[in-house]
Each structure stands twice: as C-alpha cells, then as structure tokens.
C-alpha cells in the first residue's frame, strides 16, 4: 500500500530524492576521502647508483627527508626519516647502526624497528626500485585536496 504525501508522511518521490542525495553525498565523501589517502611519490636518487656497500644518502621525498642505503649484499633499503613518534627527523648514525630522535630520544634500528624510547611503531619503509642504472625510491603520501 502507497502512502500518501497529502497525509503528512513520506512518499515514494520523496524516499527516492532522500536516497539519490544520500548516495551522492556518501560518493562525493568517498572520492574525497581517497583524494586524501592516495598518491605515491618517485623520485630519483642522485648519487644512488653510486654508493658502494654501507654508504648511504639523505635526500627528500614528497617534502620528507629519507635515507637510502646500500646493504653489504649491494641492495638498497630506503626510510621515511620521519619519528613515528611526534615527527621529528631522526638520523642514522652509521657507526652505531641506529637511527636516533633528537626530541625524545627514539631509537630505531638499522631496519627500522624501536628499540628504545616513546616510538611505538617503526620508521616507514620505502619501496626502491633499480632500473638502467637509476636508484628510484617511491613513498605513499597523502594529498590534501583542500
Ligand atoms: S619525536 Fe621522535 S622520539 Fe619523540
């Protein structure tokens, strides 16, 4: 049985209109949502073919400071140089191999994992690809679309 708009409750026209602008809003809010949540960052690094092993370079990704880093087996493992802990920029420090926060103390270690301190998750790896002799690094990053 249909009910009747005249009756003060809702109608079929208006259910329908209600449901056509909530799908809409749950669209626009979704593509928005993986507006902000998607796009990998390349970029090359320079000098990055050329460390030998136990060498390593900092350099910038998508406005972040990272490390690449050349393994004694001559792969490359690279680190979003941001503290998981409140995002201050940490530092290898080749010798101790460990990466240390100076705002509190952090210590990660040479893959990245806490060691000491208030970070409770580890430094972000990055994916590194070689190809025709180019280093390239990629970092997911968000996108404020604001
Ligand atoms: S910001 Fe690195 S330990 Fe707090």
């Given at each position: 049985m249909e009910r009747d708009e005249s009756e003060g409750g809702i109608g079929r026209r208006q259910l329908l209109i209600l449901l056509g602008a909530a799908t809409a809003g749950a669209v626009a809010?979704?593509?928005?949502?993986f507006q902000r949540s998607s796009g990998p960052w390349a970029e090359e690094v320079e000098r990055g073919a050329a460390l030998r092993p136990g060498e390593s370079v900092e350099f910038s990704i998508g406005g972040d400071d990272a490390l690449l880093r050349r393994e004694p087996d001559g792969s490359f493992v690279a680190f979003d140089l941001t503290c998981t802990h409140k995002g201050c920029t940490v530092r290898w420090n080749a010798g101790r191999e460990e990466f240390a926060c100076p705002c509190h103390k952090g210590i990660y270690n040479r893959t990245g994992e806490v060691l000491e301190g208030p970070p409770k998750t580890p430094l972000q790896r990055?994916?590194?690809?070689?190809?025709?002799?180019?280093?390239?690094?990629?970092?997911?990053?968000?996108?404020e679309t604001n």
């Open positions: 809010l979704g593509l928005k949502l990055l994916a590194v690809d070689t190809r025709e002799g180019r280093v390239i690094v990629t970092k997911r990053i968000r996108i």
